[in-house]
């Protein structure tokens, strides 16, 4: 929302403005991780788990 459009709204308080975008990352985005496994001694806990997250994502 614009500045104009906020003082519009009779809010209390100061307008604060969205900052900036944070510079671009050459990296590649995101997490990706596939096939993991996990044993603990002769016991396969985890098996063939491929997981994909975005930048941004939340996961829980």
């Known amino acids: 929302m614009a500045r104009k459009e906020l003082s519009a709204l009779n809010l209390d308080g ?8 944070a510079v ?4 590649p985005t995101g997490l990706r ?7 603990f001694g002769q ?3 985890v098996r063939d788990v491929s997981l994909n997250v975005q930048r941004g994502e939340v996961c829980g």
């Open 43 to 45: 016991r396969q806990v």
């Open 33 to 39: 991780v596939e096939h993991i496994a996990r044993s």
């Open 24 to 27: 671009e990352d050459a990296r």
């Open 14 to 21: 100061p307008v604060v403005e969205p900052a900036a975008p």
